[in-house]
Nanobody
Framework: VQLQASGGGLVQAGGSLRLSCVAS????????MGWHRQAPGKQRVLVAS???????SYADSVKGRFTISRDNAKKSVYLQMNSVSPEDTAVYYC??????????????????WGQGTQVTVSS
């Protein structure tokens, strides 16, 4: 199972960016999906999460500016980032709780992470 994130880049303050993350591999089902970010010298923190049923939560710092969404058929999660500021500069990681099945390991629920995509906001 792999998560592939994309969409990062350089954007001016006040601009917008859309991150995408797609899961692939031997996937039976995906539960919660989300985005975290890690700024230089800081810990990785949750930005937004969305359940399989569509329940959403956001960090206070991004409420009203960022929107998380998912497409269960495409095994994808997205993060629309509007009105960005230099404080949003970080590496953004997608994550998902994924259920798999194999004859050797049976049913398993594991947390998977994407490789990270850099978002840089210039002032």
């Amino acid at each position: 199972v792999q998560l592939q994130a994309s969409g990062g880049g350089l954007v001016q303050a006040g601009g917008s960016l859309r991150l995408s993350c797609v899961a692939s591999g031997n996937i039976f089902s995906i539960n919660d999906m989300g985005w975290h970010r890690q700024a230089p010298g800081k810990q990785r923190v949750l930005v937004a999460s969305i359940t399989k049923g569509g329940t959403i939560s956001y960090a206070d710092s991004v409420k009203g500016r960022f929107t998380i969404s998912r497409d269960n058929a495409k095994k994808s999660v997205y993060l629309q980032m509007n009105s960005v500021s230099p404080e949003d500069t970080a590496v953004y990681y997608c994550n998902a709780d994924i259920i798999t099945f194999s004859r050797t390991s049976g049913w398993q629920t594991s947390a998977y992470w994407g490789q990270g995509t850099q978002v840089t906001v210039s002032s």
